[in-house]
T-cell receptor, first 113, second 111 residues
């Protein structure tokens, strides 16, 4: 069974640009969550989608948004990038929205210059 | 103050040692407690999770939760160099993907 896949794996952008990251969950999983990982703040919850609906949202500004498609694939978008948005963005999937059953992807490393 | 506190280490032990990793948490609503292992340049990998208080064992790994003291522990027996990684603890409410993570402890097991 294929794991969670994330594309692209690495991305370099400049301040002010926007970026879209993609996540394909494990086959059959309907819940997708996004996390940001930085050396200073660690792993922080961004938002969670289940059956195309956002269920929870973390404490991030409105520049961070996401969506989920009918095939459970998810995208997250960051607009007006700031230097502080440089991070590893991780996607995790589970069959039901249960954090303790999530499997993480390898992440997308975003660098903002 | 973060909801889950974890000493970032680093922690270095000789091969074969027993490793003890610990976290504390402040949110009484947490019902599930997870331990993840993260190798460099990889996503976190779920090692095990426990529900409420108690122990759970899986091979060389044992997870303990004491809800009365809000303390989470992971023990690794007969540690191996391949166990060298960052270990993250996390807490979550039931039916909720909003997991709160500790800072992660970087462990090195020396041959």
């Amino acid at each position: 069974k294929a794991g969670v896949t994330q594309t692209p794996r690495y991305l370099i952008k400049t301040r002010g640009q926007q970026v879209t990251l993609s996540c394909s969950p494990i086959s059959g999983h309907r819940s997708v969550s996004w996390y940001q990982q930085t050396p200073g703040q660690g792993l922080q919850f961004l938002f969670e989608y289940f059956s195309e609906t956002q269920r929870n949202k973390g404490n991030f500004p409105g520049r961070f948004s996401g969506r989920q498609f009918s095939n459970s694939r998810s995208e997250m978008n960051v607009s007006t990038l700031e230097l502080g948005d440089s991070a590893l963005y991780l996607c995790a999937s589970s069959f039901l929205p249960r954090g303790y059953e999530q499997f993480f992807g390898p992440g997308t490393r975003l660098t903002v210059l | 103050q973060k909801e889950v506190e974890q000493d970032p280490g680093p922690l270095s032990v000789p091969e074969g040692a027993i490793v003890s990793l610990n976290c504390t948490y402040s949110n009484s609503a947490f019902q599930y407690f997870m331990w993840y292992r993260q190798y460099s340049r990889k996503g976190p990998e779920l090692l095990m999770y426990t529900y409420s208080s108690g122990n759970k064992e899986d091979g060389r790994f044992t997870a303990q939760v004491d809800k009365s003291s809000k303390y989470i522990s992971l023990f690794i027996r007969d540690s191996q160099p391949s166990d060298s990684a960052t270990y993250l603890c996390a807490g979550a409410k039931y039916n909720n993907n909003d997991m709160r993570f500790g800072a992660g402890t970087r462990l090195t097991v020396k041959p």
